[in-house]
Nanobody, 123 residues
Framework: QVQLVESGGGSVQAGGSLRLSCAASGITYSTYCIGWFRQAPGKGREGVARIGSAGSTSYADSVKGRFTISRDNAKHTLYLQMNSLKPEDTAMYYC?????????????????WGQGTQVTVSS
């Protein structure tokens, strides 16, 4: 049974930082492409970042230069370091895996995702 458990969300002021974590189980973690998507209230889902099994990364234009995705295969854990946060980053953030071709747009139809962690950025 695949499980993805996110943590690390919270409330920060604009310009602040947060580090999200996602603990994965039930998959051969090191072989999977994995990433993050978010959903703000009243808006659609947006792919944020993804990392391939070999460590290649890609980001949404809205977060490039501010967010960094990384993975620890020994700990079966995914991270998202978020710096210079803006109010428009406010959303529920989800960890997801099993999406086609390891392409960021396809994360929106991922086979597995977690329960999410809330990020709120105040101005």
């Amino acid at each position: 049974q695949v499980q993805l458990v996110e943590s690390g969300g919270g409330s920060v002021q604009a310009g602040g930082s947060l580090r999200l974590s996602c603990a994965a189980s039930g998959i051969t973690y090191s072989t999977y492409c994995i990433g993050w998507f978010r959903q703000a209230p009243g808006k659609g889902r947006e792919g944020v970042a993804r990392i391939g099994s070999a460590g290649s990364t890609s980001y949404a234009d809205s977060v490039k230069g501010r967010f960094t995705i990384s993975r620890d295969n020994a700990k079966h854990t995914l991270y998202l370091q978020m710096n210079s946060l803006k109010p428009e980053d406010t959303a529920m953030y989800y960890c997801a895996t099993d999406f086609r071709f390891c392409m960021l747009p396809t994360i929106l139809s991922a086979g597995y995702w977690g329960q999410g962690t809330q990020v709120t950025v105040s101005s």
